[in-house]
């Protein structure tokens, strides 16, 4: 029997998540409507161009997800999940310091490291674990209750796991344990009819509203599922015409003539859904929670370390700038108007390739810039496949309406990259070393084929 792979099991789980996550959220089912809308428009405007950062088949189903998770225990249960479908955790993301409001989180995203794998299905998955010891936010006490609480569920069942341990042995699962994976990993997210205890919610909801939306439950869901517009200002306005609250702001850099970089992103408000309670008396109650929306995200160029700073210090100066058309004037101060000054100065990230039936005489010679400006070689921008922690303090904080509380005369719970490393039993990828590997394989590719030695 045909063995179904990992890039299968990846792009069948998105379809799979997407018709779950619009059965339960049905704005988030026009979000798509409205996001495939703009990128037809695009794509019918742009032509080819529409597609440099990826094909129009690529962005259709590009989606990510976000999910949270309460203990490390879980989060390494997530990420064997995530390996069968060849996803692998890139990133870390302290978002306990990156947001003004309290959002007790680290985080790391799962995601296709190689470029045919993204270009096959780029599926992705912001995943955060609650810093339950971290004194910041928790007392001892409702630390100590709070760990009782979360080592008590079981989020996965053992027998989605011990598939997803054999899809990774063995490259794959036949069906029908292929669908029963899916089935079982998909039920994982779905929402939970069952009562909440009302007391314990709103405690933890005094902290956080996130605290209380993992660690308030025992099981955990969907928290919201991305599609990739290739024009987010004309989804945000087609959003609002169609009288669907918005959160204020896009997210990111502002619009502006020169290249796209990074992220920019938004989001409808979070929608009031049904939930049942249980009270101290032990009644059950219908009433509702508003946790759960519809983020939307445009794409841009990846950035080098020295881009990222640049992107960075721009972020700054246009926070707290209040027209649209001053931030995109001050975000011209900061980055260069055309791709070919983004390579030159060495901020974004490019591959290139060699130009072999070039019309000329001369020989090709001389460094990369050379190449490039002679027309030896011709460079594609990369798309950046990553977040960006001030972006996502920012989707967390709109989303919240109570700033919660945190003691910052505490000292934080020292959870960095190294203990998240540890956690997940697996390597940590670091974004900017897959970018600049990825330019740098080009380019031996490409030297290569122009007949010129290998740079050291
Ligand atoms: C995750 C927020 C971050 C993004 O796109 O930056 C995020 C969450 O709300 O759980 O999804
Ligand atoms: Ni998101």
């Not at 302290?94 to 947001?99: F, P």
């Not at 674990?129 to 004194?135: E, F």
């Not at 850099?253 to 992103?265: E, I, N, T």
């Not at 290139?352 to 019309?359: G, K, L, Q, S």
């Amino acid at each position: 029997m045909a063995t179904v792979g990992p890039t299968a099991l990846r792009a069948r789980f998105a379809t799979t998540l997407s018709e779950l996550y619009g059965r339960e959220v049905p704005a988030y089912r026009t979000l798509v409507e409205v996001a495939h809308q703009v990128n037809a428009d695009v794509a019918a405007r742009a032509g080819a161009d529409a597609e440099r950062l990826g094909s129009l088949d690529r962005v259709t189903a590009e989606r990510h997800g976000a999910i949270r998770v309460g203990t490390p225990a879980e989060l390494a249960q997530v990420a064997r999940v995530f390996a069968a479908m060849g996803m692998h955790p890139t990133g870390y993301y302290d978002l306990r310091d990156a947001a003004a409001s309290s959002v007790p989180v680290v985080s790391t995203a799962f995601r296709p490291l190689d470029a045919d794998e993204l270009a096959a299905n780029p599926f992705r998955v912001f995943t955060s674990v609650l810093a339950a010891t971290d004194r910041r936010f928790f007392s001892a006490d409702l630390s100590a209750r709070l760990q009782t609480f979360l080592a008590r569920r079981r989020l996965f069942p053992g027998g989605l796991l011990a598939l997803a341990d054999r899809a990774v042995a063995d490259g794959g699962l036949a069906d029908p344990d292929a669908a029963t994976f899916l089935r079982l990993a998909a039920a994982s997210f779905a929402l939970s009819s069952e009562p909440i205890d009302r007391a314990w919610y709103r405690e933890l909801e005094q902290v956080s509203a996130v605290a209380a939306d993992i660690g308030g439950v025992t099981s955990t869901h969907v928290n919201h599922l991305t599609p990739r517009v290739l024009d987010i200002d004309a989804l945000y306005a087609a959003m609002s015409a169609r009288g669907i609250a918005m959160i204020d702001a896009i997210q990111g850099p502002p619009r502006w003539a020169g290249p796209d970089v990074l992220l920019r992103q938004t989001s409808f408000r979070a929608l009031a859904e049904p939930r049942r309670f249980v009270d101290a008396d032990g009644s059950v109650v219908e009433g509702s929670l508003r946790v759960r929306f519809g983020e939307v995200e445009a794409r841009g160029i990846a950035l080098t370390r020295a881009g990222r700073a640049r992107y960075d210090a721009a972020m700054s100066a246009i926070e707290g700038l209040d027209g649209a058309s001053d931030a995109a004037a001050v975000w011209a101060q900061h980055f260069p108007a055309t791709e070919a000054e983004l390579w030159a100065d060495e901020l974004g990230i490019y591959t290139v390739t060699a130009v072999t039936d070039r019309a000329g005489g001369a020989e090709p010679h001389g460094s990369t810039a050379d190449l490039l400006r002679d027309g030896w070689l011709r460079a594609d921008p990369v798309v950046y496949e990553d977040f960006l922690p001030r972006s996502a303090a920012g989707i967390f904080q709109s989303n919240l309406s109570d700033a919660g509380s945190k003691d910052t005369e505490e000292t934080g719970a020292a959870l960095d990259a190294d203990w998240l490393e540890g956690v997940l039993d697996r390597p940590l990828h670091d974004p900017f070393d897959i970018y600049a590997a990825q330019h740098r394989e080009s380019l031996v590719v490409a030297r290569r084929q122009l007949g010129l030695p290998t740079l050291c």
